[in-house]
């Protein structure tokens, strides 16, 4: 039981990892400093743990079986909402260093990849990243569930132990995401806006590919 719970956390920490959870943090993590970075990836990675941990566990204690045209139908949404993601990363995107006069005829510099345009801004810093995550955990529920059945046998506080260490699993790797995307972004600050353009170009390609993929 100890090895299938470590394995749990281990499949946590892979799911995490996966490419459309990287590139959706990416997407919101890689403008403003390191603190609001890592903010915004806790706060999608317990929308992604809350949602994916609770239909998990209901499913299996309710004997529930989730077809896999489901899933399928599942991953559509979530390679839509990615592609909607990287639309959204390239249309708020703004200069690194926008400069401007005053009256007083003295040029100001401001860093708006810190505050950010204002819509944007409200969307990183409000419920979001908590929300979006949530959606992306929808497309993950039947593969977490066919690793559960064994503990839900043995003992119910198992299953829960099972559900968050893998749920800490997730929650750890994309804290990891988002800080390595955020000290990317910092370090390639002069390239800036290409970078976010990377990320928003490849967020569309992916959530369009999945959204092919599975619409089937």
């Known amino acids: 039981m100890l090895i299938v719970l470590g394995s749990l956390f281990g499949q946590g920490l892979l799911h995490g990892v996966g490419p459309d959870h990287c590139l959706a943090i990416g997407a919101l993590a890689s403008r403003g400093g390191l603190r609001r970075a890592l903010a915004v990836s806790v706060r999608f990675g317990l929308g992604h743990t809350a949602v994916l941990g609770a239909l998990a566990t209901a499913t299996v204690i309710a004997g529930v079986v989730i077809p896999a045209r489901w899933e399928s139908a ?8 990615l592609l ?3 639309c959204w990363t390239l249309l708020s995107g703004v200069p690194s260093d926008a400069t401007h006069h005053h009256g007083d005829g003295v040029m100001h510099a401001h860093d708006l990849t810190e505050h950010g345009p204002r819509a944007s801004a409200v ?3 409000g419920p979001f990243p908590l929300l979006a995550g949530a959606l992306f955990g929808l497309s993950g529920v039947r593969s977490l569930v066919l690793a559960l059945p064994l503990m839900a046998q043995h003992d119910p506080a198992v299953l829960v132990a099972g559900v968050l260490l893998f749920g ?7 804290v990891l ?3 390595l995307t955020q000290r990317v972004a910092t370090a390639a600050r002069r390239v800036e806006r290409g970078l976010r353009a990377l990320v928003g170009l490849s967020s569309m390609a992916c959530g369009a590919w999945w959204v092919i993929d599975h619409i089937g």
Do not use: N, R, T
Not at 74 to 81: I, K, Q, Y
Not at 168 to 174: A, D, E, K, R
């Open 74 to 81: 599942l991953e559509v949404v979530g390679g839509a909402s």
């Open 123 to 125: 969307a990183v810093k």
């Open 177 to 179: 995401v988002g800080y």
């Open 84 to 86: 909607a993601l990287g």
């Open 168 to 174: 800490f699993g997730v929650l750890l790797s994309m």
